[in-house]
Protein backbone atom coordinates (compact mmCIF):
# COMPACT_ATOMS: atom_id res chain seq x y z
CA UNK A 1 0.00 0.00 0.00
CA UNK A 2 1.14 3.60 -1.00
CA UNK A 3 1.28 6.42 1.96
CA UNK A 4 3.04 9.92 2.12
CA UNK A 5 3.06 11.45 5.56
CA UNK A 6 4.42 14.97 6.45
CA UNK A 7 5.60 16.29 9.64
CA UNK A 8 7.83 19.28 10.55
CA UNK A 9 5.43 21.81 9.78
CA UNK A 10 5.13 24.62 12.65
CA UNK A 11 4.88 28.15 13.61
CA UNK A 12 7.52 30.40 13.19
CA UNK A 13 8.43 33.93 13.30
CA UNK A 14 9.62 35.91 9.78
CA UNK A 15 13.01 35.01 8.76
CA UNK A 16 12.85 31.52 10.27
CA UNK A 17 13.44 28.38 8.70
CA UNK A 18 11.79 25.04 8.97
CA UNK A 19 12.60 21.63 7.85
CA UNK A 20 10.04 19.25 6.27
CA UNK A 21 10.01 15.59 5.75
CA UNK A 22 8.02 13.42 3.85
CA UNK A 23 7.80 9.84 4.35
CA UNK A 24 7.07 7.26 2.13
CA UNK A 25 6.25 3.66 1.46
CA UNK A 26 9.14 3.92 -1.14
CA UNK A 27 6.90 2.04 -3.84
CA UNK A 28 8.83 3.37 -7.32
CA UNK A 29 5.32 3.80 -8.98
CA UNK A 30 4.50 6.33 -6.56
CA UNK A 31 7.94 8.07 -6.13
CA UNK A 32 10.07 8.59 -9.03
CA UNK A 33 8.85 11.79 -9.47
CA UNK A 34 8.10 13.94 -6.27
CA UNK A 35 7.52 16.94 -5.15
CA UNK A 36 6.15 19.96 -2.42
CA UNK A 37 2.69 21.76 -3.22
CA UNK A 38 1.07 24.23 -0.89
CA UNK A 39 -2.66 25.55 -0.48
CA UNK A 40 -4.03 28.37 1.33
CA UNK A 41 -7.90 28.23 1.51
CA UNK A 42 -9.37 29.88 -1.33
CA UNK A 43 -6.53 29.12 -3.60
CA UNK A 44 -5.09 26.94 -6.14
CA UNK A 45 -2.98 24.23 -4.71
CA UNK A 46 0.88 25.43 -5.94
CA UNK A 47 4.12 23.60 -6.61
CA UNK A 48 7.46 24.79 -4.48
CA UNK A 49 9.68 22.34 -5.31
CA UNK A 50 9.84 19.57 -7.31
CA UNK A 51 12.62 16.56 -7.79
CA UNK A 52 13.06 13.33 -9.84
CA UNK A 53 14.61 9.87 -8.29
CA UNK A 54 17.94 11.25 -10.05
CA UNK A 55 17.92 14.14 -7.90
CA UNK A 56 17.16 16.94 -10.89
CA UNK A 57 15.35 19.71 -9.10
CA UNK A 58 12.86 22.83 -9.71
CA UNK A 59 12.04 25.58 -8.08
CA UNK A 60 8.89 28.16 -7.88
CA UNK A 61 10.59 31.29 -8.46
CA UNK A 62 8.87 32.49 -4.99
CA UNK A 63 11.06 30.07 -3.12
CA UNK A 64 14.32 30.22 -5.36
CA UNK A 65 17.22 30.42 -3.00
CA UNK A 66 15.46 30.06 -0.08
CA UNK A 67 14.13 26.65 0.23
CA UNK A 68 15.96 23.59 -0.96
CA UNK A 69 14.60 20.00 -1.96
CA UNK A 70 16.22 17.05 -1.72
CA UNK A 71 15.60 13.31 -1.19
CA UNK A 72 17.47 10.10 0.53
CA UNK A 73 15.92 7.31 -1.72
CA UNK A 74 16.98 4.65 0.39
CA UNK A 75 15.01 5.61 3.43
CA UNK A 76 11.68 6.67 1.13
CA UNK A 77 11.97 10.11 2.61
CA UNK A 78 11.60 13.55 1.05
CA UNK A 79 12.64 16.78 2.33
CA UNK A 80 12.29 20.39 2.24
CA UNK A 81 14.42 22.87 4.06
CA UNK A 82 12.84 26.12 4.20
CA UNK A 83 15.21 29.26 5.28
CA UNK A 84 14.26 33.34 5.32
CA UNK A 85 10.31 32.13 5.76
CA UNK A 86 7.95 34.93 4.85
CA UNK A 87 4.73 35.76 5.94
CA UNK A 88 3.35 34.43 2.79
CA UNK A 89 4.77 31.25 2.92
CA UNK A 90 1.97 30.52 5.21
CA UNK A 91 0.03 27.53 3.88
CA UNK A 92 -0.65 23.85 4.24
CA UNK A 93 2.19 22.11 2.76
CA UNK A 94 1.99 18.50 0.52
CA UNK A 95 4.57 16.09 -0.65
CA UNK A 96 3.22 14.43 -3.73
CA UNK A 97 4.36 11.26 -5.14
CA UNK A 98 3.94 9.74 -8.80
CA UNK A 99 5.53 6.90 -10.85
CA UNK A 100 5.45 8.05 -14.21
CA UNK A 101 8.53 9.30 -16.50
CA UNK A 102 9.22 11.05 -17.94
CA UNK A 103 8.57 13.60 -14.64
CA UNK A 104 7.22 17.43 -15.63
CA UNK A 105 10.17 19.30 -16.73
CA UNK A 106 9.25 22.00 -13.66
CA UNK A 107 7.54 22.17 -10.78
CA UNK A 108 5.29 24.92 -12.18
CA UNK A 109 4.75 23.36 -15.05
CA UNK A 110 2.50 21.32 -13.16
CA UNK A 111 -1.06 22.88 -13.52
CA UNK A 112 -3.29 20.26 -12.36
CA UNK A 113 -1.39 19.04 -9.43
CA UNK A 114 -4.03 16.26 -8.23
CA UNK A 115 -4.75 14.65 -11.32
CA UNK A 116 -0.55 14.88 -12.49
CA UNK A 117 0.43 13.69 -9.10
CA UNK A 118 -1.68 10.34 -7.60
CA UNK A 119 -0.34 9.94 -4.60
CA UNK A 120 -0.47 12.44 -1.46
CA UNK A 121 0.31 12.86 2.08
CA UNK A 122 -1.97 14.57 4.17
CA UNK A 123 -0.56 18.12 4.51
CA UNK A 124 1.48 19.48 7.29
CA UNK A 125 0.80 23.34 8.49
CA UNK A 126 3.61 25.87 8.16
CA UNK A 127 2.64 29.36 9.75
CA UNK A 128 5.02 31.97 9.46
CA UNK A 129 4.07 35.64 11.45
CA UNK A 130 5.15 38.80 10.46
Known amino acids: QVWLVESGGASVQSGGSLNLSCETS????????MGWFRQVPGNEREGVAG???????SYADSVKGRFTIFRDNAQHTLYLEMKSLKSEDTATYYC????????????????????????WGPGTQVTVSS
Open 26 to 33: GHPYATNC
Open 51 to 57: IERDGTT
Open 96 to 119: AGDGRLPCPNHIVAVTDPRTEYNY
